[in-house]
Structure formats: C-alpha cells, structure tokens
C-alpha cells in the first residue's frame, strides 16, 4: 500500500521558517522523482521544488534562495526547508512521488504565514 505522508506544516510570522517532511512507504522510492506542490484557496494548485532520483533539484522562481528541497533514500523521505516565509508562501502543501507512468500524493499539509 502506497503512503506518503506529510508533516510539519504550522503557523508562523513572516520571516519565520519551517521543514516540512514527507515519509513514504509502499514503492521503491529511490526510482522515484519527488516534489512539492502548492495550493493556496482559490488558485491552482503549482510546482514548488522538484528532486530527482539522482538528486537534481529545481525551483520555482518565487521560492529560488528561500526553499531547500532534499531526500533521504534510506528513510524513504523527502523534505522542504523553507526560510523568509512570506505571506504568500500560505497554502496547502503537498509531497508528490512520480516514475512513469506512477504518480503518487500525500494528503497535505497546511502553511500559514502571518502576523
């Protein structure tokens, strides 16, 4: 059974930081290309950070200096360190694991910056 469960969202003051954690179990995730995605109320949901089996990352330009996406093959996780939270950083915030043609999600977690 695929699970992928994400953890350490929270309340925080802009310029605060967070490290989200997604953990896995039910795939070989080491094979697997893992994101983060984004939803924010009434927008759709985006691309934050990706990683991929060989531990390339890429960003998106409104997180680039801020997030740090990372993986741990032997926990079987992936994890988003986020600095300089801003208010717009506010949104649900979701692990993605992907090998085609899989694609796995997490149920969210939620991120709110404010003061």
């Known amino acids: 059974q695929v699970q992928l469960v994400e953890s350490g969202g929270g309340s925080v003051q802009p310029g605060g930081s967070l490290r989200l954690s997604c953990a896995t179990s039910g795939f070989t995730f080491s094979g697997y290309d893992m994101a983060w995605y984004r939803q924010a109320p009434g927008k759709q949901r985006e691309l934050v950070a990706t990683i991929t089996s060989r531990a390339t990352t890429n960003y998106a330009d409104s997180v680039k200096g801020r997030f740090t996406i990372s993986r741990d093959n032997a926990k079987s996780s992936v994890y988003l360190q986020m600095i300089s939270l801003k208010p717009e950083d506010t949104a649900v915030y979701y692990c993605?694991?992907?090998?085609?043609?899989?694609?796995?999600w997490g149920q969210g977690t939620q991120v709110t910056v404010s003061s």
């Open positions: 993605r694991a992907a090998w085609r043609p899989n694609v796995y």
